[in-house]
């Protein structure tokens, strides 16, 4: 009869035990994961457009380590847009260009930089 119990409390013990170990685990994994990814800022879109479309911004950081994205150029005459800006340790995108004067035109100013992170 003891012995019995005593293999049943063994098994339950064992048990209980690596499902806590399994669920640790999987926490550290899941904090891990979080703050490790870098998700670079996506790329403004360029402008485009007879009369110079303005570029599109760039995107922010997702990520702590991560860059903001480059603006996209700016269409005949229009601005660049400006870069996103990056996460705590990143670096911010590029402005993008401004696109060029048309028949005469006036260029467009090129876009901002975005902010960089601490050590930018």
């Known amino acids: 009869m003891s012995r019995s119990v005593v293999i049943l409390l063994s098994l339950c013990s064992f048990f209980i035990g ?3 170990a399994a669920e640790v685990q999987k926490n550290i994994h ?3 994961s979080a703050h490790h990814i870098a998700v670079d800022g996506k790329n403004g879109a360029d402008g485009n457009g007879h009369h110079g479309g303005k570029g599109g911004k760039g995107g922010k950081a997702g990520g702590t380590a991560s860059n903001g ?3 996209g150029n700016g269409g005949n005459g229009g601005n660049g847009g400006d870069g996103g ?3 705590v340790l990143g670096h911010g995108g ?3 260009d ?3 004067g ?3 035109g006036n260029g467009g100013q090129g ?3 975005g902010s960089g992170g601490l050590w930018d």
Request: no cysteine.
């Open 69 to 71: 994205g480059n603006g």
């Open 85 to 87: 800006d990056s996460g």
């Open 94 to 96: 590029a402005g993008g």
């Open 102 to 104: 048309g028949n005469g």
């Open 111 to 113: 876009g901002k930089g």
């Open 30 to 32: 899941e904090n891990k």
């Open 98 to 100: 401004g696109g060029s």
């Open 18 to 20: 690596t499902t806590f």
